[in-house]
């Protein structure tokens, strides 16, 4: 079964970096991709960036620039959060997406809080 784990949230102020890390496993299928979501209070649930099979990565535009998503032999995928704003704030969500299928499978949720 697909498990997904996330860490490296925290309280950083305006400007600010935080790095991100979901630890995938189960993932015995081929074409997926990777990626954030997040999800302030009293908002939907967004995209921050993906990855996919190919290498080719896709960027929010709040957030082109600023974050890189990355990803590495282990099934780890990173998120690099530099010059954060408040706006940023919000729990971080790992996400798989099956596209062939639609099914999405989702970590628990690392909380990023950016102060001023």
């Known amino acids: 079964q697909v498990r997904l784990v996330e860490s490296g949230g925290g309280l950083v102020q305006v400007g600010g970096s935080l790095r991100l890390s979901c630890a995938a496993s189960?993932?015995?299928?081929?074409?997926?991709?990777m990626g954030w979501y997040r999800q302030a209070p009293g908002k939907e649930r967004e995209l921050v960036a993906n990855?996919?099979?190919?290498?080719?990565t896709r960027y929010a535009d709040s957030v082109e620039g600023r974050f890189t998503i990355s990803g590495d032999a282990k099934n780890i995928i990173n998120l690099q959060m530099n010059t954060l704003k408040p706006e940023d704030t919000a729990v971080y969500y790992c996400?798989?997406?099956?596209?062939?299928?639609?099914?999405?499978?989702w970590g628990q949720g690392t909380q990023v809080t950016v102060s001023s």
């Open positions: 189960g993932i015995t299928f081929r074409i997926y991709t």
């Open positions: 996400n798989v997406h099956r596209p062939l299928s639609g099914v999405n499978y």
């Open positions: 990855i996919d099979s190919g290498g080719r």
